[in-house]
């Protein structure tokens, strides 16, 4: 077993912006991410086989990420890529299953920089190939060059639909519509007003909205797709009009043609690890649900941790990367590298919270509200891993009140599958939620357990 003075996981703004602080100071620093590329969801990048025509064309975003990965590159960091974590433990061991091979590494500090994923909703066919999250579709575009479809219909909340519906107008779709749950478009002038002074936000997300008009793409608020139909895959989207509290009215239902639908109803951090690690975690709806509690230093409440980005709290990319700079050089410091930030913290510290003000801005367009969770039927599938629907979740619900996400995998096996709950348990959640009159708050996630990812038995065998 390596022992290793700062061990990152995560390779997006976080990670990268906490291993270059970390390194800088004179750390030794393992950064592990579980994709080949590092740059995260946010920095989505191109294979190296792949050839860019320009840099230019590929936009402000991946030109951002690919100067942070060549600073990586040049620094004195150790890359292990394609690497899955599969455990973690307080006393600093880090599992890595890599190369078909698993390695142990003790850990001085642990930087935690998951990131998050896109929150789920259930609806009728939403299973059937050619429905999608939002980002699953920009990496198929941006990373694999592949269209996901030819006829597409977004829904979601929020300015990210904007984006990605801009993105597969540029690769040749045709947007037959964007449906916006609220009331409010992203570009409207009451969320001008609160981002004043982020201009280089707002002048994006009204390029975004100005080639939209262009292309004369129908964006329809106060909507949301009600079924998804299709025998082998996603043929049409029947979408309808939703009140104030997004309750559908009746009568305004009517079908849309369609070969993909991507789905964008924000974020959720991503908080197994901190889970694991036994971090205090608090309940904060603005913030995308189940965030992990840090301090200044972006210390958590288990010594020797910190967390870097959305995990801590839904913030976006550019507080993503301040954090992870103040976290790299919080745990240097803590090992003994006393000039870890000098001269630098105080403009970074400047930036992140510049950055965290325009966080509260677009966190307030992606609340969703409860009757998001009536989209579902008693027959709809929850749990995708594991094919359990609503209404077996409702009888287990009836049988006992009182179950909790993990009383309901127990008796459905919802979250028993590969995703370990990733996806069904937000769902679960909303619906007992929903039954028992009780807060979000009120109900508590389910703790993961080793292994966090599935990694073959044959792997654990060979461990020491």
């Not at 006393?338 to 510290?349: F, I, K, L, S, V």
Request: aromatic share 6%.
């Amino acid at each position: 077993m390596r022992e290793i003075e700062v061990v990152i996981i995560g390779a997006g703004p976080g990670g990268l912006g906490a291993g270059l602080a970390a390194a800088s100071a004179g750390a030794q620093v393992v950064l592990i991410d579980e994709y080949p590329i590092l740059g995260g969801h946010y920095y989505k990048r191109v294979p190296d086989a792949f050839r860019l025509k320009t840099l230019r064309a590929e936009g402000e975003e991946y030109a951002e990420g690919l100067a942070l990965v060549d600073q990586v590159k040049a620094a004195h960091i150790e890359v292990l890529s394609s690497a899955l974590v599969w455990s973690v433990y307080r006393d600093g061991v880090v599992g890595v299953y890599r190369g078909k091979k698993v390695e142990e590494l003790k850990a001085q500090c642990i930087i935690l920089a998951p990131g998050a994923q896109e929150a789920p909703v259930a609806f009728p066919g939403w299973t059937l190939p050619g429905v999608m999250m939002g980002g699953a579709a920009q990496a198929l575009m941006i990373t694999q060059r592949i269209l996901p479809g030819r006829r597409a219909v977004l829904a979601g909340v929020g300015p990210l639909q904007l984006k990605v519906a801009s993105q597969l107008v540029a690769a040749g779709a045709s947007v037959v519509g964007i449906l916006e749950a609220s009331s409010t478009p992203p570009v409207s002038m009451e969320n001008a007003l609160h981002s004043l002074g982020h201009w280089a936000k707002m002048r994006q997300g009204l390029k975004y909205w100005l080639a939209l008009k262009k292309g004369r793409v129908p964006y329809l608020h106060s909507h949301v797709p009600v079924r998804a139909l299709g025998r082998d895959r996603l043929e049409g989207v029947v979408i309808a009009e939703v009140d104030s509290d997004w309750k559908v009215r009746p009568g305004t239902e009517r079908t849309l043609k369609a070969d993909l639908l991507c789905l964008s109803y924000g974020f959720v951090p991503a908080g197994q690890l901190p889970r694991m690690l036994a971090c205090r975690q608090s309940y904060d709806a603005g913030a995308g649900g189940w965030v992990t509690w840090h301090d200044a230093d972006q210390a958590t409440s288990t010594p020797g941790i910190y967390v870097a980005g959305e995990v801590g709290g839904i913030g976006g990319a550019e507080v993503a990367l301040e954090e992870g700079r103040i976290a790299g050089w919080a745990a240097a410091r803590s090992l003994g590298h006393g000039q870890a930030g000098t001269g630098e913290e105080a403009p970074c510290r400047k930036r992140l919270a510049h950055a965290r003000e325009f966080a509260k801005v677009t966190a307030s367009m992606m609340q969703l509200k409860p009757a998001i969770a009536d989209l579902a039927t008693p027959d709809t599938i929850l749990c995708r891993c594991e094919n359990v629907t609503a209404r077996q979740v409702t009888a287990a619900l009836d049988a006992d009140p009182d179950f909790t996400v993990r009383g309901v995998k127990i008796h459905t096996r919802a979250g028993m599958g590969p995703c370990q709950g990733r996806i069904c348990s937000h769902l679960i959640t909303r619906l007992i939620a929903g039954r028992t009159g009780k807060t979000l708050e009120e109900i508590p996630g389910d703790t993961p357990q080793v292994p966090i990812k599935p990694v073959p038995l044959r792997a654990l065998l060979g461990r020491e």
